[in-house]
């Protein structure tokens, strides 16, 4: 898997501080992307060790409140695998912090995924310019949903994080 950027103290991928993975390789290829730099699955850097360290380094800090996976789609099917180790270490290491994801599939295309287990919440679909609204919380576009993953689960339904 390669990557473009780890960053810190990011309030506007999830709640509170968080530490973001920008991860490389995207085939939707969303109309006026914010990121489309990432778009190539062979761009960036490759996530080594090192990066890894960095990674839970900054996710460490007793003020981040979590981890953001981003993009990119770190649900890219070259992805799946290492964001989901990624996913599960953290969980371990960091229980107490919460795991959000960004991904351009919807969440009846991926729910059956290994990595579903270990998130908290889900920001699901395609970017669509044209739905565009600035009001949002934590999502580009009102056909994004930001799912309460663990709530969903439990429930059977889709069920919206609240803010």
Known sequence: MTYHNIT???????????????????????????????????????????????????????????VTFSGGDPLYPDNRQPITELACESKQIFPQKTIWLYTGFTWEQICQLPIIRYLDVLVDGTYDCSKRDVRLYWRGSSNQRVIDVPRTLETGQIVLHTY
């Open 8 to 66: 810190t103290d990011d309030m506007l991928n999830g709640d509170g501080l968080r530490t973001v993975l920008w991860v490389s390789g995207c085939s939707h290829g969303c109309k006026e992307c914010h990121n489309p730099v990432t778009w190539d699955p062979d761009g960036g850097l490759l996530f080594d060790q090192a990066a890894r360290n960095e990674l839970f380094d900054k996710l460490g800090k007793n003020y981040i409140s979590g």
